[in-house]
T-cell receptor, first 115, second 116 residues
């Protein structure tokens, strides 16, 4: 079965612009989580969506937002980009049923560079 | 709050040798799950192995095994007979298995390099 698909793979944006990243989860998975990975801060949780509702949110400013569609596909948006937003953004797909053993499957990420 | 500590920033291991990657954790939740992920240079996080806090036996998945010592709060990953393709970043992660919480808390990772 198809894995988690993130598009685009690479992005270069200018400071002040906004950007939208997309994630298509594994078929049947209802939970999509987003993570930011940087050399300095490591992997940090942004937010999680389940059945079109944001269920959990990390400690990021309001410039970072997201949404989930009825087919479980998710988008995240970053407005007013800053140089520090340059990172690898990873999307994780899981069943979201609360069973601890259920692993999260990750996409290959979107590498965002802000110049 | 949950915290994962990986104290080995980098390791070099000879091909075919076994390697142990350290992971300690801290949580006040009585129930939790521990995961190990591999991240090659391509960026994708690949699931390796899972250990539940109430599991009586250490988890094993092929060449991967998890040395789980609950009292010491450690969950070390053991890779037997290492291969060149094992060169990657390895992350230990934790999740509290409550409905409504899919958040994974990650450690800082260990960069493993296998030497031919």
């Amino acid at each position: 079965k198809a894995g988690v698909t993130q598009t685009p793979r690479y992005l270069i944006k200018t400071r002040g612009q906004q950007v939208t990243l997309s994630c298509s989860p594994i078929s049947g998975h209802r939970s999509v989580s987003w993570y930011q990975q940087t050399p300095g801060q490591g992997l940090q949780f942004l937010f999680e969506y389940f059945s079109e509702t944001q269920r959990n949110k990390g400690n990021f400013p309001g410039r970072f937002s997201g949404r989930q569609f009825s087919n479980s596909r998710s988008e995240m948006n970053v407005s007013t980009l800053e140089l520090g937003d340059s990172a690898l953004y990873l999307c994780a797909s899981s069943l979201g049923d609360g069973q601890g053993k259920t692993e999260a499957f990750f996409g290959q990420g979107t590498r965002l560079t802000v110049v | 709050a949950q915290k994962i500590t990986q104290t080995q920033p980098g390791m070099f291991v000879q091909e075919k040798e076994a390697v142990t990657l350290d992971c300690t954790y801290d949580t006040s939740d009585p129930s939790y799950g521990l995961f190990w992920y591999k991240q090659p240079s391509s960026g994708e996080m690949i699931f390796l192995i899972y250990q539940g806090s109430y599991d009586q036996q250490n988890a094993t998945e092929g060449r991967y095994s998890l040395n789980f010592q609950k009292a010491r709060k450690s969950a070390n990953l053991v890779i037997s007979a290492s291969q060149l393709g094992d060169s990657a970043m390895y992350f230990c992660a934790m999740r509290a298995p409550n409905f409504g919480n899919e958040k994974l808390t990650f450690g800082t990772g260990t960069r493993l390099t296998i030497i031919p």
